[in-house]
């Protein structure tokens, strides 16, 4: 559960967190107790934010990549910081409008997100394609990494 909440004697497989606000990271841990009310250690914690994507999940061979997908994964990217405590990231193309999306913006989106995330203890994100170079193929597999290490 994120922060200190705590929800005792309850049975569920899924969870709606009905307190959430837009524009923000949380980060949730969840734990088991027992008939006893004895309580595991908690899981490995998970992140996620209220921002909604645009065509997601990307089709294969039918999403183009836009300027606003990269904008709404920098208002995540940049939720997730300020949950680690963390200021906004100074991305290159502050506006994107008539601006094509390079190898840059998901190198800064990457290198954003994996600092924010090793700032709050969560699993280190593996991506397609590593290294990118300038002029590389942009995917769609490079946006459903991203998104999945924000939601």
């Known amino acids: 559960l994120r922060g200190n909440d705590t929800i005792l004697n309850t049975t569920f497989t899924n969870f ?10 949380y980060v949730y841990k969840v734990r088991a107790l027992d008939a006893s009310s004895r309580a595991s250690s908690y899981g490995t914690p998970d992140v996620a934010t209220t921002i909604f994507f645009t065509n997601d999940p990307f089709v294969a061979g039918t999403t183009t990549i836009q300027a606003t997908h990269v904008t709404e994964l920098r208002q995540a990217v940049n939720a997730v910081r300020a949950a680690a405590g963390m200021g906004a990231f100074s991305f290159t193309d502050a506006s994107l409008a ?3 999306v390079k190898t840059t913006h998901v190198d800064q989106l990457r290198t954003a997100l994996t ?3 090793a ?13 990118l170079s300038a002029g590389m193929l942009i995917k769609a597999a490079h946006f459903q990494e991203l998104r999945a290490g924000v939601k």
Request: charged fraction near 15%; aromatic fraction near 4%.
């Open 16 to 25: 709606t967190d009905e307190t959430v606000t837009a524009g923000n990271a």
């Open 98 to 100: 008539g601006v094509s």
């Open 115 to 117: 600092a924010a995330r």
């Open 119 to 131: 700032t709050l203890g969560l699993t280190t994100l593996s991506f397609t394609d590593p290294a």
